[in-house]
């Protein structure tokens, strides 16, 4: 069964300093994509990476795959407090037709 | 922006009764989705949709519940006696081709009481 690990769970920090978070798995994924969720709303897609090793960059946003497509990070720098949300990791196995989610990481940046 | 729409946005019904869940994917979409998230769980995936059949499921998709693309705008999805359990928010996503990640709608409150 495909599990999503995403770490840390909670993250608060101050604003203007940079952080990461991670998602780590025992399976090789065709895709992993990043979603952010707000309370009471669908996730919405952020990014999504293809190839091992790709780097993908969206304003203070970077998001890498790794190397054997196993697992991805998100990199914020100077987090605002817009930043604030749950963020989420979602993988696709090669040959399935569905993303299984991770269990997110709650993010709060203070002002 | 291209949205999916869910609707309703809230359902408060008696356990035993259908319910049917509505969507309308963004139109030039191939690939529908279902997906359930209990109140401080994660996003749990329960059906794939594709030229008009079910292309995968998940454990949670058993006899009671059931999916339809009665024309073709509409995607629905169907639980046909209502259980506690089954409250969650329930998120429909499509795509446009596979691994280029989903657009969900803004979900719909199931409430099972």
């Known amino acids: 069964t495909q599990l999503l690990e995403q770490s840390p769970q909670f993250l608060s920090i101050q604003e203007g300093e940079n952080l990461t978070v991670y998602c780590n798995s025992s399976?090789?994924?065709?895709?992993l994509q990043w979603y952010r969720q707000e309370p009471g709303e669908g996730p919405v897609l952020l990014v999504t990476?293809?190839?091992?090793?790709e780097v993908k960059k969206l304003k203070r946003l970077t998001f890498q795959f790794g190397d054997a497509r196993k697992d991805s990070s998100l990199h914020i720098t100077a987090a605002q407090p817009g930043d604030t949300g749950l963020y989420l990791c979602?993988?696709?196995?090669?040959?399935?037709?569905?993303?299984?989610f991770g269990k997110g990481t709650r993010l709060h940046i203070l002002p | 922006e291209p949205e999916v729409t869910q609707t309703p946005s809230h359902q408060v019904t008696q356990m035993g009764q259908e319910v049917i869940l509505r969507c309308v994917p963004i139109?030039?979409?191939?690939?529908f989705y279902w997906y359930r998230q209990i109140l401080g769980q994660k996003v749990e995936f329960l059906v794939s949709?594709?030229?008009?059949?079910?292309?995968?499921k998940s454990e949670i998709f058993d006899d009671q519940f059931s999916v339809e693309r009665p024309d073709g705008s509409n995607f629905t999805l169907k639980i046909r006696s209502t259980k506690l359990e089954d409250s969650a928010m329930y998120f429909c996503?499509?795509?446009?081709?596979?691994?280029?990640?989903?657009?969900f709608g803004s979900g719909t409150r199931l409430t099972v009481v």
């Open positions: 996503a499509s795509s446009a081709v596979r691994e280029v990640g989903y657009t």
């Open positions: 399976s090789v994924f065709s895709s």
């Open positions: 990476v293809v190839t091992g090793g």
């Open positions: 979602a993988g696709e196995e090669v040959g399935d037709d569905k993303i299984i």
């Open positions: 139109s030039n979409h191939l690939y």
């Open positions: 949709f594709y030229n008009n059949e079910i292309s995968e």
